[in-house]
């Protein structure tokens, strides 16, 4: 009877340990699940995807670090399948309030209709304090996946490692920071356009323009017309959800 005791023991200690090394779950509405972002930037960077993944990175974060060769290799997976990476500084005040994040590894995936579906970690591998030898749970995959398929990710929300996003406030005059720090993955060069029709970035262009009167934040709304000029995406249609 001790025996048996001591290995229940055991395994309850087991148990507790992986619980910890991983991300807690989070309550959906909490963590804003079911949003729907309506600034103009982020419809210029839902154009023509699927999905569009915002990964929060921090330049000196370590757990940043470790995640950024994932977000490559994922990048480069999913470029032809409809999903647009956008991988953002922490340091960039006009993202942080925008999204909101809490961490330096953060992702938010969208929906075509720019609805909020997964907000969290990438996986389950790097955390302040543990590394595993390989990830259990691939909760940004499992959120993709589902979205690509038409239904609900299974984990909607997770705390994220990392280190903490300072929030300030928003610049006064977005215009003042065109140069925004955010990077577009791209595996390959972007297609050529045919010189007799308006590159994609200057039919953006005259989108921001014709939009400004709705209150477009011109620097940033820029930057993401460049990116998205220059994404390999192909052009697809998005799903509806279940």
């Known amino acids: 009877m001790n025996r048996v005791l001591f290995v229940l023991l055991l395994a309850g200690l087991a148990c507790a340990q992986d619980q910890r090394q991983a991300p ?7 963590a804003g699940i079911g949003k729907t972002f309506t600034d103009p930037t982020v419809a210029i960077a839902l154009q023509d995807v699927k999905v569009l993944v915002v990964a929060f990175s921090g330049r000196d974060c370590p757990v940043s670090k470790l995640y950024k060769p994932r977000l490559d290799k994922l990048t480069k997976e999913y470029a032809t399948k409809g999903v647009r990476f956008l991988t953002v500084s922490s340091d960039d005040k006009a993202f942080v309030a925008l999204f909101g994040p809490e961490r330096t590894t953060e992702t938010f995936v969208l929906d075509p209709k720019a609805v909020l579906r ?16 390989a990830p259990t749970t691939p909760y940004l995959v499992d959120a993709i996946e589902a979205l690509l398929a038409g239904k609900r990710p299974p984990v909607a929300a997770t705390e994220a490692p990392g280190c903490v996003v300072e929030k300030t406030a928003a610049p006064a005059s977005p215009g003042k920071a065109a140069s925004a720090k955010v990077t577009l993955r791209k595996p390959g060069p972007a297609a050529s356009v045919p010189a007799t029709s308006p590159s994609p970035e200057v039919r953006w262009r005259a989108t921001i323009a014709a939009s400004s009167r709705g209150g477009l934040r011109s620097g940033l709304a820029s930057t993401i017309a460049t990116l998205v000029a220059r994404s390999p995406c192909p052009s697809s249609r998005g799903t509806s959800m279940m």
Do not use: T
């Not at 807690?24 to 909490?30: E, L, R, S, T």
């Not at 997964?118 to 955390?127: H, P, W």
């Open 24 to 30: 807690a779950i989070v309550d959906p509405a909490k």
């Open 118 to 133: 997964y907000r969290g970690a990438v996986d389950d591998q790097y955390g302040i304090s543990y590394v595993k030898d």
